[in-house]
């Protein structure tokens, strides 16, 4: 397989993994085993396209949040999504001092895969049960901040799954309300993030393929973006439970395959 497909099937994989409730971080690990490992600075490029594709989808949302402090409801949403991003920024903070890594066996991957199926499963009936919310309560800003960090530190968690029901476990019921706040969470945060991993690469001195990075940030931007939309449409009117079914199938295959000894 040529570097060149190969980068574009990993900027695919980063694009529709990062922001659908499936785990990029566990699905890239994975790829990477048949597809080579890349650069720390080629995995921050694929990240910044998404992110960059989250950005354009909410920037009316994010220019109204940022300059119309004169509604009471802005303030108060803007001050939710500040206390949820510094929790999580205290955990990562408190992590990396701690030398935290993240683990590259594939076992803990699979079973957060089938774990957090199995969940999804458990919280979408725990929540059919309840009346619909779309109220972003400090409960929710605080759990939805603590979750990210579980979702870094476990990989193979998913950040937006992390997130999304964590917020619905809050209260924040509604399902498209609650993938909102998790998105507007998300990008500090991943900015964030990009923005640590870009420090620790810069001034390495590795030789870069440019040309792959450039691809690969293209390739996630879009895909992302074709990614978030559909999600977006599709929880108007459906539940989550479609990626719980892939998560625990997926995940069984894993578990399979580590077993067997084809996958360490």
């Known amino acids: 397989m040529s570097d060149t497909l190969s980068t574009v099937i990993l900027g695919i994989i980063e694009g529709i993994s990062e922001f659908l ?5 566990g699905h890239l690990l994975i ?20 992110i960059l594709a989250l950005v354009l989808i909410y920037w009316r949302r994010l220019l109204d949040l940022l300059t119309r402090f004169d509604q009471p409801a802005n303030r108060d949403y803007l001050a939710k999504l500040t206390v949820a991003f510094l929790i999580t920024a205290a955990g990562g903070f408190l992590a ?5 890594k993240l683990p590259e066996t594939v076992l803990p991957i699979a079973l957060a895969l089938v774990i957090g199926g199995i969940a ?28 990210q960090i579980l979702a ?6 998913s950040r937006s799954a992390a997130t999304i029901f964590a917020a619905m476990l809050a209260g924040l019921t509604l399902r498209p309300a609650a993938t909102e706040f998790a998105f507007l969470v998300g990008i500090p945060t991943m900015f964030a993030a990009t923005a640590y991993e870009l420090l620790k690469v810069r001034g390495q001195g590795a030789a870069e ?22 999600l977006l449409r599709y929880v108007q009117s459906h539940r989550f439970t479609i990626f719980a079914w892939y ?5 069984t295959v894993l578990l399979a ?3 067997q000894g084809t996958l360490r």
Do not use: M
């Open 21 to 25: 409730p499936i785990s990029s971080t």
């Open 31 to 50: 790829a990477e085993r048949w597809l080579g490992g890349r650069s720390e600075l080629f995995n921050v490029a694929i990240q910044a396209g998404a």
């Open 96 to 100: 990396t001092r701690l030398g935290w």
């Open 120 to 147: 999804i499963f458990v919280i979408e009936q725990y929540v059919a049960r309840k009346p619909a919310a779309a109220v972003v309560t400090w409960n929710v800003a605080f759990w939805v901040g603590a979750c």
């Open 152 to 157: 870094a530190v476990f990989p193979g968690t």
């Open 209 to 230: 393929d440019w040309h792959a990075l450039a691809v690969g940030f293209l390739v996630s931007g879009v895909v992302a973006f074709i990614a978030v939309k559909w």
């Open 247 to 251: 998560r625990v199938a997926f995940g």
């Open 257 to 259: 395959l580590v077993a």
